[in-house]
């Protein structure tokens, strides 16, 4: 038998085992080091090391009332639990839990589509279920239906939702949990509830209208810890006509900051999907050994300089790529509005056409938009991400062969907060002794109103000193960044704490809050402790 | 009649060595367990490395298929359907990232992997290759202190010779001297390069496109079945 959870006797893990395997069936429920070893973040960066979050044990229902059988059980047991949907949220603890010795509850298979309605472009779906599964599905019936899937797509749609995860495409879709409607929990005391027009008698509304009547509850489920999630409806976008794509280019450093305002514009009317902001002159760097000695330089090339360098070598100093989805007609005309827009806002701005496509694509079509470009762009989930190569270089020799996980600040969505986070980030990165690319990284869109300033710290399997050198780098960042009013929006097991500590405002006044939640709808403190750095009141001297 | 040593010197291909029964004899010797039966074989085609442990796997009549340009979508598609039917055990020669996407798979369906043989620089002039596997098929390799030129067939070959053995798995090193890490071939018509937000670390520095990693021989198989 595996070693007990803390504070749960040898007896009484047995006892609650037994119960467990009554409930589910006794090859549901695994507790062999073998079988409780899949259950280790594959990404963790603390592999191998006493604070490696290690399960005790797994338990696989197959029905909500099962579900609600073992959280009965570990009610009576004090049994931590630790619910996972498909445990794919690498670079976030994967499958493992936050709190060492907990039971893990793996909802893969319960992997039901209950329903999709292609009318009212909606689904009502189980934990189990990924992006391939949805996809498959809608394919397979020819459904005029797209999903917005994350990168990889081998994820669960509610577990990335609630672990407010992200796409790609137009800005209601992409932030999953912000399109998902109406929920239904089993509560820490085993009874279910359902939000929305879930909660009414008939669910003939599930996927229509998220707020029901009453407080929205909803969001106490993501990142949280006061229920386990077992079905969740969601909108899906309606396969447009056509996509296509176009990329703006801007010659100075300081455009940066017109380029995001007119970008900003362009999606906040709904007229563009999510940009993607590079730095073509960042780029430049690895065939530039000038310009690597102007950013190596004390105290850092000016703005001027770059300019200088930028002109006489022809090369942008930031790009965006703008994505079109609709009307063949309609997005042509947006994206000739966006050039007209930018081009008589920033002199000297150069814009290149990108693909465009008409759907459905034949099977043809799409082998060839699988090898030039990104699926997820067009809402086809796949695995190409694991294709990039191991990730080392002279300059940087750090294996990648762990996995990595990441540094992820929310920043205002502003072109001077872009080149304020470099500058603050640039030095902290400095200090912590971690190359950063400070004059040039550009910010991921994923979320719809602000920036994330995304950065991967590397983990080896091997070489724990890598991994000690960036957790120590993370730490030392998410405490500059908070100091600036930047905070992470998702974070890796060891720095929930760190993170959740950082939205401090009235002293913890929010932490607090959750916390008393805790207390009253969870008494016992079963469900996921530490997730969103909530924890039960008889673990909360210990934190992660 | 050379000795195995001579013989694996003159660099005479790999797909020989089974038929002359090398091998195969050395398996029955150093242990009692069957091997696993093979149902296809995956490679990476960028590499020539791949396409020759392909064609060596395919030479004993298993199906190969080619990743899409490195990328696994289409193999781990599927695998996913096929085993939700049956498990079926699957060779393969990729990056890190393929292998690593197979073997979560895998363990998802009660499969392991068995044989994880990582090809790297790690030795002055000389090409590592670290062995993960069962005690039988380690000892079988480790009879090669020294793997010739032909080592992607050599480990196609021993692919087919993995123990189907539960027991702990050991780990074993030994090298070709005078190779180095296989680097990928440049594609006639280039094609238009992913670009992922995720990017390695490397390239988020402006370092360039990152080097290839170490490449990997690997054997993914059902647990053994015991009676």
């Known amino acids: ?82 619910p996972i949907s498909t445990g794919k949220n690498l670079g976030y603890g994967g499958s493992a839990p936050i709190l060492s010795g907990s039971v893990v509850v793996d909802l893969k298979r319960m992997n039901r589509i209950v329903a999709v309605d292609e009318g009212r472009c909606s689904a009502v779906v189980e934990p189990g279920v990924s992006y391939f599964d949805l996809y498959r599905h809608i394919q397979e019936r020819k459904l005029k239906l797209w999903i917005d899937t994350p990168d990889p797509g081998w994820g669960s749609v509610v577990g990335n939702a609630l672990d407010h995860g992200v796409g790609y495409t137009l800005g209601q879709y992409r932030d999953h949990f912000g399109s998902h409607c109406g929920m239904e929990v089993v509560l820490p005391n085993g009874e279910l509830m359902r939000t929305g027009m879930a909660a009414l008698a008939s669910d003939a509304s599930w996927a229509d209208y998220k707020y029901g009547f009453g407080p929205y509850v909803a969001g106490l489920f993501g990142q949280a810890n006061f229920g386990i999630v077992t079905k969740m409806g969601f909108w899906l976008m309606p396969e447009p006509e056509a996509y296509r794509r176009g990329t703006v280019h801007v010659p100075k450093r300081r455009d940066i900051v017109a380029l995001v305002e007119h970008v900003n514009h362009l999606e906040n009317l709904g ?48 790009s965006v790529e703008l994505q079109f989805y609709g009307p063949e007609k309609t997005i042509a005309a947006n994206w000739e509005y966006a050039q007209q827009r930018i081009g008589a806002a920033i002199p000297g701005s150069r814009f290149d056409d990108g693909v465009s496509y008409r759907f459905p694509l034949s099977a043809t079509q799409q082998a060839e938009v699988q090898r030039v470009h990104r699926l997820v762009d067009i809402g086809i989930p796949n695995m190409s991400i694991f294709a990039i190569a191991g990730g080392r270089t002279p300059q940087n020799p750090d294996s990648a062969d762990g996995g990595q996980f990441y540094f992820a600040p929310m920043i205002p969505r502003t072109g001077e907060a872009i080149l304020e986070a470099n500058r603050v980030l640039g030095q902290a990165y400095r200090d912590a002794g971690v190359p950063y690319n400070q004059y040039f990284s550009a910010p991921a869109c994923w979320h719809y109103r602000a920036f994330i300033m995304i950065t991967s710290l590397p983990v080896s399997r091997l070489d724990p000193e890598i991994n000690r050198r960036s957790r120590a780098a993370f730490r030392a960042l998410a405490q500059v960044a908070a100091e600036h009013g930047w905070g992470e929006y998702r974070s890796p097991p060891f720095g929930v704490d760190l993170v959740a500590g950082a939205y401090s405002f009235n002293d913890h006044a929010l932490l607090r809050f959750c916390e008393t939640l805790k207390d009253a709808i969870d008494p016992n403190g079963i469900i996921a402790a530490g997730r969103g750095g909530i924890w039960p009141k008889h673990l909360r001297g210990s934190r992660a | 009649m050379p000795n195995r040593r001579e013989f694996l010197q003159t660099g005479a291909v790999v797909s020989a060595i089974a038929a002359n029964g090398v091998i195969v004899h050395s398996a029955h010797a150093v242990g009692a367990n069957a091997p696993i039966a093979l149902g296809s074989a995956l490679y990476d085609d960028r590499y020539a490395e791949g396409r020759r442990f392909a064609a060596v796997a395919g030479g004993r009549g298993v199906a190969t298929r080619p990743l899409d340009d490195g990328d696994v979508t289409r193999s781990y598609e599927e695998l996913e359907q096929l085993w939700r039917r049956e498990p079926a055990a699957i060779a393969g020669f990729t990056q890190f990232g393929p292998m690593f ?16 043989v990582e090809h ?32 992607p067939g050599l480990m196609a070959t021993i692919a087919f010779h993995v123990a189907h053995d539960d027991s702990p798995q050991r ?57």
């Open chain 1, 271 to 318: 007229l563009i999907g999510m940009p993607g902001f590079r730095s073509p002159l960042g780029f430049a760097q690895a065939r530039e050994p000038e310009l690597r000695a102007l950013v190596a330089k004390p105290g850092g090339p000016t703005d001027e300089e770059l300019d200088r360098f930028a002109e006489a070598k022809g090369v942008a100093s930031w």
């Open chain 2, 171 to 227: 780990f074993s090193e030994i090298a070709t001297p005078g190779l180095a890490l296989p680097a990928r071939e440049p594609r006639a018509a280039p094609l238009a390069p992913f670009v992922h937000y995720y990017a390695p670390h490397a390239e988020q520095q402006g370092h360039g496109p990152a080097l290839d990693g170490p490449l990997y021989s690997w054997v993914v198989a059902p647990p053994l079945e015991r009676g």
């Open chain 2, 101 to 116: 996407v197979i073997e979560r798979l895998a363990l998802e369906r009660g499969m392991r992997l068995a044989l994880r």
């Open chain 1, 1 to 82: 038998m595996p070693a007990p959870p803390p504070g749960v006797s040898n007896t009484d893990f047995a006892a609650a085992l037994r119960k467990l395997e009554a409930a589910v069936g006794p090859e549901w429920v695994f507790k062999s080091d073998e079988d409780v070893a899949l259950y280790r973040d594959a990404y963790s960066p603390e592999r191998d090391e006493p604070t490696e979050r290690l399960a005790s044990a797994a338990v696989a229902p197959i029905t909500v009332d099962q579900v609600q059988q073992v959280v009965r059980i570990a009610n009576e047991h004090r049994l931590p639990l630790y």
């Open chain 2, 120 to 151: 790297c620089a790690a030795r002055p002039d000389a090409l590592a290759h670290r062995l993960t596997g069962p005690r039988d098929t380690l000892a079988l390799a480790a009879g090669f202190d020294a793997l010739h030129a032909d080592w």
